[in-house]
């Protein structure tokens, strides 16, 4: 079945103690993204990858890490949480379009963070 | 910089009756796609449409149709004999093809409710 596969789906932290978020997808897409909801301001590009070590800043980066050494793989690190953090995060995945490939993205179940 | 904007924070429909979502966009680009995503409670985001700008005729999918108006910027989704399983959060999104970040804006969204 083609998934995005984000863990975990909850998670409670303290301030400052980090933590990872992991997405995998099997499509064989190039394309990866993090996004966080937040109610009233809709979904906020985090950071994306379009490729196997290749990323870049999304429009709220600030705190936030990623890494890409798997074309499958797409963790989220967060070195030191705070509470303006706490947030719905979605890992998403599509081909890039003007490679030919298809336009839709698919999304992860979300991870809902409380950072106290 | 893209933006799309969903002016309705909510709307209410009778279950059987139809009911229309309005989006705007802001764009410089000629080439891009245009979604309609729905969130139920559950918080998994799914397609329901998709729009390519290139394309003049609007999109269907059983139910739900879109009336794209390119010069306009605007992306309305029409649902059809509304059912309580349409109850949602929806958001209208636009798919950035050129500059290279191919990135994914969203509208703020718009909360659903079907009455039976």
């Known amino acids: 079945e083609a998934q995005v596969t984000q863990n975990p789906r909850y998670l409670i932290t303290v301030t400052g103690k980090k933590l990872t978020v992991t997405c995998s997808q099997n499509m064989n897409h190039e394309y990866m993204s993090w996004y966080r909801q937040d109610p009233g301001l809709g979904l906020r590009q985090i950071y994306y990858?379009?490729?196997?070590?290749?990323?870049d800043k999304g429009d709220v980066p600030e705190g936030y890490k990623v890494s890409r050494k798997e074309k499958r793989n797409f963790p989220l690190i967060l070195e030191s949480p705070s509470p303006n953090q706490t947030s719905l995060y979605f890992c998403?995945?599509?081909?890039?379009?003007?490679?030919?490939?298809?336009?839709?993205?698919?999304f992860g179940q979300g991870t809902r963070l409380t950072v106290v | 910089a893209q933006t799309v904007t969903q002016s309705q924070p909510e709307m209410s429909v009778q279950e059987a009756e139809t009911v229309t979502l309005s989006c705007t966009y802001d764009t410089s680009e000629s080439d891009y796609y245009l979604f309609w995503y729905k969130q139920p409670p559950s918080r998994q985001m799914i397609l329901v449409i998709r729009?390519?700008?290139?394309?003049?005729q609007n999109a269907t999918e059983n139910r739900f149709s879109v009336n794209f108006q390119k010069a306009a910027k605007s992306f309305s989704l029409k649902i059809s004999d509304s059912q309580l399983g349409d109850a949602a959060m929806y958001f209208c999104a636009y798919r950035s093809v050129e500059g290279g970040s191919e990135k994914l804006v969203f509208g703020k969204g718009m909360k659903l409710t079907v009455n039976p």
């Open positions: 990858s379009m490729n196997v070590e290749v990323t």
């Open positions: 998403a995945s599509s081909f890039v379009t003007r490679q030919g490939g298809g336009t839709e993205a698919f």
């Open positions: 729009q390519e700008a290139y394309k003049q």
